[in-house]
């Protein structure tokens, strides 16, 4: 039978704390970097990504339409006022 303080094969003994050193943010970063570059299309998120682009650009667009439509409103008013 071994002494308390011998190391077991993995060097930690047992009960000792295990620090880590990396946080987890950088873990996925370095995934990421390693990452061949079709990544994203590989794990089928690609489609996500546009598909939340597509959205946000059509909202914008749909925006700007909307507030054209008001300017030309309130010109026509002030217009026809005059």
Known sequence: MGSPTTKPKN????GAAVAKTKPMSTDLS???LQAPPDFFRSIGKIYVVVAVIAIVLIG??????LVERRISKLENQVN???
């Open 60 to 65: 914008f667009f749909v925006s700007l339409y």
């Open 80 to 82: 026809q006022d005059e």
């Open 11 to 14: 060097g930690v003994r047992e």
């Open 30 to 32: 370095l995934l990421l």
